[in-house]
Protein backbone atom coordinates (compact mmCIF):
# COMPACT_ATOMS: atom_id res chain seq x y z
CA UNK A 1 0.00 0.00 0.00
CA UNK A 2 1.29 3.35 -0.71
CA UNK A 3 0.49 6.53 1.34
CA UNK A 4 1.29 9.72 1.54
CA UNK A 5 1.95 10.52 5.19
CA UNK A 6 3.40 14.23 4.93
CA UNK A 7 1.67 17.33 3.97
CA UNK A 8 2.72 19.15 0.94
CA UNK A 9 3.28 22.51 0.24
CA UNK A 10 0.19 25.13 -0.77
CA UNK A 11 0.13 25.74 -4.93
CA UNK A 12 1.34 29.40 -3.83
CA UNK A 13 3.46 28.87 -1.81
CA UNK A 14 6.50 30.91 -2.78
CA UNK A 15 4.76 33.20 -5.48
CA UNK A 16 7.15 36.29 -4.79
CA UNK A 17 3.98 38.69 -5.88
CA UNK A 18 5.00 42.58 -7.31
CA UNK A 19 5.37 44.17 -3.54
CA UNK A 20 7.65 41.45 -2.03
CA UNK A 21 9.38 41.51 -5.36
CA UNK A 22 10.36 45.71 -5.33
CA UNK A 23 11.14 45.52 -1.47
CA UNK A 24 13.49 42.75 -2.02
CA UNK A 25 14.88 44.45 -5.49
CA UNK A 26 15.07 48.09 -3.61
CA UNK A 27 17.56 46.23 -1.01
CA UNK A 28 19.69 44.60 -3.58
CA UNK A 29 23.95 46.64 -3.75
CA UNK A 30 23.90 46.35 -7.69
CA UNK A 31 22.08 45.72 -10.52
CA UNK A 32 23.96 44.09 -13.51
CA UNK A 33 22.40 44.63 -17.17
CA UNK A 34 23.13 41.48 -19.35
CA UNK A 35 25.12 42.61 -22.78
CA UNK A 36 25.19 40.90 -26.03
CA UNK A 37 28.78 40.07 -25.76
CA UNK A 38 30.07 36.82 -26.07
CA UNK A 39 33.12 35.33 -24.51
CA UNK A 40 35.27 33.13 -25.83
CA UNK A 41 35.52 29.65 -25.30
CA UNK A 42 36.28 28.00 -21.90
CA UNK A 43 36.80 31.97 -21.01
CA UNK A 44 34.74 33.50 -18.77
CA UNK A 45 33.70 36.20 -16.13
CA UNK A 46 34.10 35.69 -12.46
CA UNK A 47 31.11 37.85 -9.74
CA UNK A 48 32.03 37.77 -6.53
CA UNK A 49 28.81 38.74 -4.57
CA UNK A 50 30.15 40.27 -1.06
CA UNK A 51 29.21 38.04 2.12
CA UNK A 52 25.47 39.13 3.45
CA UNK A 53 24.84 40.71 0.01
CA UNK A 54 22.11 39.69 -2.75
CA UNK A 55 23.40 41.17 -6.54
CA UNK A 56 20.03 41.58 -9.09
CA UNK A 57 21.11 40.71 -13.07
CA UNK A 58 18.57 41.72 -15.25
CA UNK A 59 18.63 40.10 -18.38
CA UNK A 60 16.42 41.80 -21.25
CA UNK A 61 14.72 41.34 -24.79
CA UNK A 62 16.45 39.77 -26.75
CA UNK A 63 19.85 39.47 -24.72
CA UNK A 64 22.19 36.79 -24.00
CA UNK A 65 23.75 36.29 -20.32
CA UNK A 66 26.61 34.06 -20.68
CA UNK A 67 29.86 32.54 -19.50
CA UNK A 68 29.88 33.78 -15.99
CA UNK A 69 30.52 32.39 -12.77
CA UNK A 70 28.92 33.50 -9.70
CA UNK A 71 30.52 33.40 -6.63
CA UNK A 72 28.28 32.77 -4.02
CA UNK A 73 30.47 31.71 -1.43
CA UNK A 74 30.86 34.07 1.40
CA UNK A 75 28.23 33.65 3.95
CA UNK A 76 24.72 34.93 3.19
CA UNK A 77 26.10 35.65 -0.71
CA UNK A 78 23.19 35.27 -3.44
CA UNK A 79 21.95 36.46 -6.73
CA UNK A 80 18.95 36.63 -8.35
CA UNK A 81 18.10 37.05 -12.24
CA UNK A 82 15.24 38.35 -13.64
CA UNK A 83 14.53 38.40 -17.27
CA UNK A 84 11.95 40.70 -19.37
CA UNK A 85 10.72 40.66 -22.86
CA UNK A 86 11.28 37.39 -25.37
CA UNK A 87 14.30 35.95 -27.20
CA UNK A 88 16.80 36.59 -24.30
CA UNK A 89 19.05 33.51 -23.67
CA UNK A 90 20.91 32.60 -20.43
CA UNK A 91 23.86 30.25 -21.18
CA UNK A 92 26.69 28.76 -19.19
CA UNK A 93 26.28 29.83 -15.91
CA UNK A 94 27.61 28.47 -12.79
CA UNK A 95 26.12 29.42 -8.94
CA UNK A 96 29.71 28.81 -6.81
CA UNK A 97 28.43 28.01 -3.06
CA UNK A 98 25.06 27.41 -0.81
CA UNK A 99 22.16 29.32 -1.82
CA UNK A 100 21.35 30.93 1.60
CA UNK A 101 17.58 30.82 0.62
CA UNK A 102 15.08 33.84 1.08
CA UNK A 103 14.23 33.87 -2.80
CA UNK A 104 14.87 32.58 -5.99
CA UNK A 105 18.02 32.37 -7.42
CA UNK A 106 16.57 32.72 -11.11
CA UNK A 107 13.10 34.04 -11.60
CA UNK A 108 12.43 33.99 -15.78
CA UNK A 109 9.53 34.44 -17.92
CA UNK A 110 8.67 35.23 -21.63
CA UNK A 111 6.10 38.09 -21.69
CA UNK A 112 5.26 37.46 -25.49
CA UNK A 113 2.49 34.64 -25.87
CA UNK A 114 4.48 33.65 -29.42
CA UNK A 115 7.82 34.65 -27.61
CA UNK A 116 10.42 31.75 -26.86
CA UNK A 117 13.86 31.54 -24.24
CA UNK A 118 16.74 29.63 -23.49
CA UNK A 119 18.32 28.48 -20.71
CA UNK A 120 21.68 26.18 -20.96
CA UNK A 121 24.19 25.08 -19.33
CA UNK A 122 23.55 25.77 -16.05
CA UNK A 123 24.72 24.80 -12.91
CA UNK A 124 22.86 25.25 -9.39
CA UNK A 125 23.90 22.05 -7.65
CA UNK A 126 25.62 23.38 -4.32
CA UNK A 127 22.65 23.10 -2.47
CA UNK A 128 19.99 25.73 0.00
CA UNK A 129 20.36 26.26 3.35
CA UNK A 130 18.67 24.13 5.59
CA UNK A 131 14.84 25.08 6.59
CA UNK A 132 15.11 28.38 4.42
CA UNK A 133 12.21 29.29 1.87
CA UNK A 134 12.29 29.46 -1.39
CA UNK A 135 14.19 27.33 -4.22
CA UNK A 136 16.46 27.40 -7.26
CA UNK A 137 14.26 28.53 -10.26
CA UNK A 138 10.78 29.77 -10.07
CA UNK A 139 9.04 31.09 -13.85
CA UNK A 140 7.75 33.85 -13.31
CA UNK A 141 4.22 34.08 -13.07
CA UNK A 142 3.94 37.65 -11.89
CA UNK A 143 5.80 38.73 -15.34
CA UNK A 144 3.37 37.06 -16.39
CA UNK A 145 5.19 34.34 -18.01
CA UNK A 146 2.66 33.71 -21.40
CA UNK A 147 5.52 31.83 -23.89
CA UNK A 148 7.61 29.00 -24.24
CA UNK A 149 11.13 28.69 -21.68
CA UNK A 150 13.72 25.45 -22.57
CA UNK A 151 15.73 24.55 -20.12
CA UNK A 152 19.04 22.57 -21.48
CA UNK A 153 21.90 21.20 -19.66
CA UNK A 154 20.53 22.77 -16.07
CA UNK A 155 22.06 20.70 -12.83
CA UNK A 156 19.98 21.72 -9.73
CA UNK A 157 20.24 20.07 -6.69
CA UNK A 158 19.89 20.49 -2.94
CA UNK A 159 17.42 23.43 -3.00
CA UNK A 160 14.65 23.78 -0.49
CA UNK A 161 11.74 25.10 -1.95
CA UNK A 162 11.38 23.36 -5.15
CA UNK A 163 13.83 23.04 -7.91
CA UNK A 164 12.69 24.04 -11.28
CA UNK A 165 8.81 25.79 -10.22
CA UNK A 166 6.99 26.15 -13.49
CA UNK A 167 3.20 25.86 -12.46
CA UNK A 168 3.02 29.28 -11.53
CA UNK A 169 1.20 31.08 -14.47
CA UNK A 170 -0.71 28.37 -14.71
CA UNK A 171 -2.23 28.99 -11.17
CA UNK A 172 -3.06 32.46 -12.50
CA UNK A 173 -4.62 31.35 -15.61
CA UNK A 174 -1.29 32.17 -18.26
CA UNK A 175 -0.82 29.43 -21.08
CA UNK A 176 3.21 29.92 -20.87
CA UNK A 177 4.90 26.46 -20.64
CA UNK A 178 8.45 25.38 -20.59
CA UNK A 179 10.47 22.08 -21.38
CA UNK A 180 13.51 20.65 -20.06
CA UNK A 181 15.82 18.57 -22.06
CA UNK A 182 18.89 16.40 -20.82
CA UNK A 183 19.20 18.13 -17.64
CA UNK A 184 20.16 16.48 -14.03
CA UNK A 185 17.99 17.52 -10.57
CA UNK A 186 18.45 15.83 -7.21
CA UNK A 187 17.31 15.67 -4.16
CA UNK A 188 15.17 19.01 -4.26
CA UNK A 189 12.35 19.45 -1.70
CA UNK A 190 8.22 19.54 -2.12
CA UNK A 191 9.02 19.02 -6.06
CA UNK A 192 12.19 18.42 -8.13
CA UNK A 193 10.19 19.28 -12.13
CA UNK A 194 6.82 21.21 -11.00
CA UNK A 195 5.24 22.53 -14.06
CA UNK A 196 2.46 22.61 -16.28
CA UNK A 197 0.26 25.48 -18.41
CA UNK A 198 -3.45 25.65 -18.73
CA UNK A 199 -2.88 25.59 -22.95
CA UNK A 200 0.27 24.17 -24.25
CA UNK A 201 1.98 21.05 -23.33
CA UNK A 202 5.45 20.52 -21.43
CA UNK A 203 7.73 18.12 -22.52
CA UNK A 204 10.50 16.73 -20.08
CA UNK A 205 13.51 14.65 -22.30
CA UNK A 206 16.01 12.82 -21.56
CA UNK A 207 16.58 14.22 -18.19
CA UNK A 208 17.27 12.25 -14.58
CA UNK A 209 15.59 12.81 -11.06
CA UNK A 210 16.67 11.47 -8.47
CA UNK A 211 14.43 12.70 -5.32
CA UNK A 212 16.75 11.11 -2.30
CA UNK A 213 18.30 13.20 -0.06
CA UNK A 214 16.05 15.84 0.20
CA UNK A 215 16.48 18.28 2.59
CA UNK A 216 13.84 19.18 5.47
CA UNK A 217 11.97 22.40 4.67
CA UNK A 218 11.47 25.06 6.98
CA UNK A 219 10.07 28.99 6.55
CA UNK A 220 7.40 29.08 4.27
CA UNK A 221 6.68 25.16 4.15
CA UNK A 222 3.25 23.94 5.08
CA UNK A 223 4.66 21.09 7.04
CA UNK A 224 7.91 22.35 8.50
CA UNK A 225 10.46 19.68 8.95
CA UNK A 226 9.31 17.53 5.92
CA UNK A 227 11.55 16.20 3.55
CA UNK A 228 8.62 14.87 1.13
CA UNK A 229 9.05 15.96 -2.55
CA UNK A 230 8.21 14.63 -6.23
CA UNK A 231 10.14 13.73 -9.04
CA UNK A 232 7.71 15.30 -11.25
CA UNK A 233 4.40 17.37 -10.46
CA UNK A 234 1.91 17.94 -13.44
CA UNK A 235 -0.41 20.68 -12.50
CA UNK A 236 -3.13 22.33 -14.71
CA UNK A 237 -2.24 20.47 -18.29
CA UNK A 238 0.04 17.65 -20.32
CA UNK A 239 3.13 16.76 -19.41
CA UNK A 240 5.46 14.39 -21.54
CA UNK A 241 8.15 12.32 -20.23
CA UNK A 242 10.30 10.72 -23.30
CA UNK A 243 13.38 8.62 -22.43
CA UNK A 244 13.81 9.92 -18.73
CA UNK A 245 15.35 7.98 -15.85
CA UNK A 246 13.31 8.63 -12.41
CA UNK A 247 13.63 7.79 -8.88
CA UNK A 248 10.42 8.90 -7.04
CA UNK A 249 7.09 10.34 -7.43
CA UNK A 250 5.13 11.16 -9.95
CA UNK A 251 2.52 13.27 -9.20
CA UNK A 252 -0.53 14.59 -10.57
CA UNK A 253 -2.94 17.36 -9.73
CA UNK A 254 -5.63 20.12 -10.21
CA UNK A 255 -6.28 18.56 -14.08
CA UNK A 256 -2.60 17.75 -14.37
CA UNK A 257 -1.75 14.92 -16.47
CA UNK A 258 1.29 12.84 -17.32
CA UNK A 259 2.30 10.46 -20.23
CA UNK A 260 5.71 8.39 -20.35
CA UNK A 261 7.26 7.09 -23.60
CA UNK A 262 10.78 4.81 -23.12
CA UNK A 263 10.69 6.09 -19.26
CA UNK A 264 12.69 3.75 -16.56
CA UNK A 265 11.90 4.48 -13.21
CA UNK A 266 12.37 3.21 -9.57
CA UNK A 267 15.04 -0.10 -9.85
CA UNK A 268 15.16 -0.08 -13.49
CA UNK A 269 16.26 3.68 -13.56
CA UNK A 270 20.18 4.87 -14.56
CA UNK A 271 21.01 7.65 -12.72
CA UNK A 272 23.75 8.89 -13.99
CA UNK A 273 23.46 12.41 -15.09
CA UNK A 274 22.57 13.22 -19.23
CA UNK A 275 26.13 13.94 -21.13
CA UNK A 276 27.36 17.41 -21.63
CA UNK A 277 25.19 18.08 -18.01
CA UNK A 278 27.49 20.90 -15.96
CA UNK A 279 28.54 19.46 -12.63
CA UNK A 280 30.35 22.06 -11.37
CA UNK A 281 30.14 25.93 -11.28
CA UNK A 282 32.74 26.23 -13.36
CA UNK A 283 32.40 23.66 -16.01
CA UNK A 284 29.18 25.35 -16.85
CA UNK A 285 31.00 29.12 -17.05
CA UNK A 286 33.31 27.79 -18.85
CA UNK A 287 31.22 25.67 -21.16
CA UNK A 288 33.60 22.55 -21.01
CA UNK A 289 30.95 20.11 -21.30
CA UNK A 290 30.23 17.86 -18.16
CA UNK A 291 28.91 14.59 -17.63
CA UNK A 292 30.41 12.25 -20.32
CA UNK A 293 27.35 10.12 -19.29
CA UNK A 294 26.96 6.42 -19.83
CA UNK A 295 23.39 5.55 -20.30
CA UNK A 296 23.15 3.38 -23.31
CA UNK A 297 25.39 0.58 -21.48
CA UNK A 298 23.27 0.99 -18.50
CA UNK A 299 20.28 0.85 -19.77
CA UNK A 300 21.12 -2.18 -21.93
CA UNK A 301 22.38 -3.83 -18.39
CA UNK A 302 19.24 -3.06 -17.02
CA UNK A 303 16.97 -3.78 -19.92
CA UNK A 304 18.66 -7.36 -19.64
CA UNK A 305 17.94 -7.45 -15.71
CA UNK A 306 13.71 -6.69 -16.67
CA UNK A 307 13.32 -9.77 -19.04
CA UNK A 308 11.00 -12.12 -18.23
CA UNK A 309 8.67 -9.65 -16.07
CA UNK A 310 8.07 -7.19 -19.38
CA UNK A 311 5.36 -5.58 -17.79
CA UNK A 312 4.15 -2.77 -15.82
CA UNK A 313 0.70 -1.57 -13.92
CA UNK A 314 0.80 1.42 -11.72
CA UNK A 315 -2.08 2.40 -9.46
CA UNK A 316 -1.80 6.34 -8.60
CA UNK A 317 -3.88 7.83 -5.59
CA UNK A 318 -3.38 11.61 -5.24
CA UNK A 319 -5.46 11.85 -2.03
CA UNK A 320 -4.05 10.43 0.87
CA UNK A 321 -7.51 10.68 3.32
CA UNK A 322 -9.24 7.76 1.91
CA UNK A 323 -8.12 4.60 0.48
CA UNK A 324 -8.44 2.74 -3.03
CA UNK A 325 -9.13 -0.99 -2.81
CA UNK A 326 -8.03 -2.81 -5.81
CA UNK A 327 -7.52 -6.73 -6.92
CA UNK A 328 -6.05 -8.13 -10.28
CA UNK A 329 -5.07 -11.53 -11.83
CA UNK A 330 -2.35 -12.34 -14.11
CA UNK A 331 -1.59 -15.60 -15.84
CA UNK A 332 1.96 -14.98 -15.26
CA UNK A 333 4.33 -14.18 -12.88
CA UNK A 334 4.21 -11.18 -11.07
CA UNK A 335 6.29 -9.09 -8.21
CA UNK A 336 6.20 -5.74 -6.35
CA UNK A 337 7.64 -2.71 -8.37
CA UNK A 338 9.19 0.56 -7.73
CA UNK A 339 8.19 2.01 -11.12
CA UNK A 340 6.58 5.62 -10.66
CA UNK A 341 7.81 5.79 -7.30
CA UNK A 342 5.90 2.69 -6.81
CA UNK A 343 5.65 2.00 -2.68
CA UNK A 344 7.05 -2.00 -1.73
CA UNK A 345 4.30 -1.95 1.30
CA UNK A 346 4.10 -5.45 2.91
CA UNK A 347 0.06 -4.84 3.48
CA UNK A 348 -0.30 -5.39 -0.42
CA UNK A 349 -0.61 -9.31 -0.86
CA UNK A 350 0.92 -11.29 -3.99
CA UNK A 351 -0.42 -14.68 -4.14
CA UNK A 352 -0.65 -17.40 -7.04
CA UNK A 353 -0.83 -14.83 -9.46
CA UNK A 354 -3.66 -12.84 -7.73
CA UNK A 355 -2.97 -8.93 -6.11
CA UNK A 356 -4.99 -7.81 -3.80
CA UNK A 357 -4.11 -4.36 -2.29
CA UNK A 358 -4.95 -0.45 -1.62
CA UNK A 359 -3.21 2.64 -2.29
CA UNK A 360 -3.97 6.25 -0.69
CA UNK A 361 -2.09 9.28 -1.82
CA UNK A 362 0.81 7.22 -3.29
CA UNK A 363 1.54 4.77 -5.82
CA UNK A 364 1.66 1.10 -6.01
CA UNK A 365 3.34 -0.70 -9.15
CA UNK A 366 3.66 -4.43 -10.15
CA UNK A 367 6.14 -5.97 -12.87
CA UNK A 368 4.58 -8.77 -14.45
CA UNK A 369 4.28 -11.63 -16.69
CA UNK A 370 1.59 -13.07 -19.23
CA UNK A 371 -1.65 -11.80 -19.24
CA UNK A 372 -3.72 -9.48 -17.46
CA UNK A 373 -6.99 -11.56 -16.78
CA UNK A 374 -9.24 -9.78 -14.22
CA UNK A 375 -8.78 -6.32 -12.57
CA UNK A 376 -11.54 -4.39 -9.81
CA UNK A 377 -10.92 -1.35 -8.06
CA UNK A 378 -13.29 0.04 -5.49
CA UNK A 379 -12.35 3.88 -4.84
CA UNK A 380 -10.39 6.44 -7.30
CA UNK A 381 -7.12 5.45 -8.80
CA UNK A 382 -5.18 6.33 -11.75
CA UNK A 383 -3.78 3.61 -13.83
CA UNK A 384 -0.90 3.21 -15.65
CA UNK A 385 0.08 0.25 -17.51
CA UNK A 386 2.96 0.10 -19.90
CA UNK A 387 3.71 3.85 -19.56
CA UNK A 388 0.06 4.62 -20.69
CA UNK A 389 -2.64 5.72 -19.11
CA UNK A 390 -5.72 2.87 -19.05
CA UNK A 391 -9.41 3.18 -17.85
CA UNK A 392 -10.40 0.95 -14.92
CA UNK A 393 -13.06 -0.54 -16.79
CA UNK A 394 -10.93 -2.20 -19.54
CA UNK A 395 -7.99 -3.31 -17.48
CA UNK A 396 -8.57 -7.52 -17.24
CA UNK A 397 -10.69 -7.32 -20.49
CA UNK A 398 -7.42 -8.36 -22.90
CA UNK A 399 -10.16 -8.91 -25.99
CA UNK A 400 -12.03 -6.71 -28.39
CA UNK A 401 -14.87 -6.96 -30.48
CA UNK A 402 -15.99 -4.30 -32.88
CA UNK A 403 -19.48 -4.49 -34.83
CA UNK A 404 -19.15 -2.75 -37.99
CA UNK A 405 -22.29 -1.57 -39.74
CA UNK A 406 -20.83 1.58 -41.36
CA UNK A 407 -20.93 -0.43 -44.89
CA UNK A 408 -24.21 -2.53 -44.05
CA UNK A 409 -28.13 -1.05 -45.57
CA UNK A 410 -29.93 -0.24 -42.79
CA UNK A 411 -29.96 -1.51 -39.13
CA UNK A 412 -28.07 -5.06 -37.59
CA UNK A 413 -28.81 -6.07 -34.86
CA UNK A 414 -27.25 -8.18 -32.76
CA UNK A 415 -26.37 -10.48 -29.56
CA UNK A 416 -23.46 -12.28 -28.25
CA UNK A 417 -21.96 -14.44 -25.66
CA UNK A 418 -18.48 -14.69 -23.57
CA UNK A 419 -16.99 -16.17 -21.20
CA UNK A 420 -15.95 -13.95 -19.16
CA UNK A 421 -16.59 -10.46 -17.88
CA UNK A 422 -17.61 -7.98 -20.57
CA UNK A 423 -17.86 -3.98 -21.06
CA UNK A 424 -18.58 -1.46 -24.07
CA UNK A 425 -15.56 0.40 -25.43
CA UNK A 426 -16.89 4.28 -25.96
CA UNK A 427 -13.12 5.04 -27.43
CA UNK A 428 -14.25 2.67 -30.66
CA UNK A 429 -18.09 2.54 -30.85
CA UNK A 430 -20.71 4.27 -29.83
CA UNK A 431 -22.99 4.50 -26.97
CA UNK A 432 -27.12 4.57 -26.93
CA UNK A 433 -29.95 2.79 -24.76
CA UNK A 434 -30.36 -0.06 -27.29
CA UNK A 435 -27.16 -1.77 -26.37
CA UNK A 436 -27.71 -3.59 -22.90
CA UNK A 437 -25.24 -5.84 -21.18
CA UNK A 438 -26.87 -8.53 -19.13
CA UNK A 439 -24.26 -10.76 -16.80
CA UNK A 440 -22.01 -12.64 -19.94
CA UNK A 441 -25.08 -12.15 -22.61
CA UNK A 442 -24.66 -8.54 -24.83
CA UNK A 443 -27.42 -7.27 -26.91
CA UNK A 444 -27.79 -4.40 -29.76
CA UNK A 445 -28.24 -2.64 -32.77
CA UNK A 446 -25.77 -0.49 -35.30
CA UNK A 447 -27.02 1.55 -37.81
CA UNK A 448 -24.38 2.88 -40.19
CA UNK A 449 -21.73 2.64 -37.09
CA UNK A 450 -20.02 0.84 -35.25
CA UNK A 451 -20.39 -0.76 -31.72
CA UNK A 452 -17.31 -1.86 -29.76
CA UNK A 453 -16.76 -4.16 -26.95
CA UNK A 454 -13.80 -5.35 -24.51
CA UNK A 455 -14.21 -8.65 -23.27
CA UNK A 456 -11.99 -11.78 -21.26
CA UNK A 457 -12.98 -15.77 -21.72
CA UNK A 458 -13.88 -17.24 -25.01
CA UNK A 459 -16.63 -15.37 -27.44
CA UNK A 460 -19.26 -18.21 -26.82
CA UNK A 461 -21.70 -17.52 -29.40
CA UNK A 462 -22.42 -14.50 -32.04
CA UNK A 463 -25.55 -13.92 -33.87
CA UNK A 464 -25.62 -10.46 -36.41
CA UNK A 465 -29.05 -9.68 -38.21
CA UNK A 466 -28.60 -7.45 -40.95
CA UNK A 467 -25.24 -6.64 -42.99
CA UNK A 468 -22.71 -5.45 -40.37
CA UNK A 469 -19.60 -7.25 -40.09
CA UNK A 470 -17.69 -8.01 -36.88
CA UNK A 471 -14.06 -9.19 -35.76
CA UNK A 472 -12.18 -9.94 -32.44
CA UNK A 473 -8.83 -8.49 -31.49
CA UNK A 474 -6.40 -9.14 -28.42
CA UNK A 475 -3.95 -7.36 -26.49
CA UNK A 476 -1.24 -9.40 -25.69
CA UNK A 477 -0.07 -7.79 -22.18
CA UNK A 478 -3.74 -7.63 -21.09
Known sequence: MARDETARGSKRKGLLNRRSYLKFAGATAATFAATGSTVGANEYETITVPAGETKSIAVGDGETFENKLIDMSASGASVLITTSGSGWTIRNVGFKGEHPGGHYLMTPGVSDPEGTALIENVYMGDGQAPRTKSGGIWVDANLPHQGTITFRNVHIAGMIDNGLYGSGPGAQGYGGNLHVESSYFKGNTISNVRLNSKTRPCNVTNTVI????????????????????????????????????????????????????????????????????PMSAEQAASGAGGSSGNRKQAAQQKQAKAQGLPNVLSISSSDASTEANYEFEVTGKVKKSTERGGSKSKEDTIENGTVSGAVAGGTDSYQFAGTLTKFSLDGNATLFLNGKRVTPGKLGLPKTLVIDGSKGDGVSTYSFDVGGSVAKDDDLGSINDFDTISGKRVKGRVIDGTDAYRFSGDLKRIEIDGGAKAWVSVEQNQ
Do not use: F, M
Not at 243 to 267: P, S
Open 210 to 277: DTTGAQPCGVGCSAPGSTNTRAIWSWYGETHLRNCDIVGDIATIDGGTVTETNTRTGEAADLTPPKGV
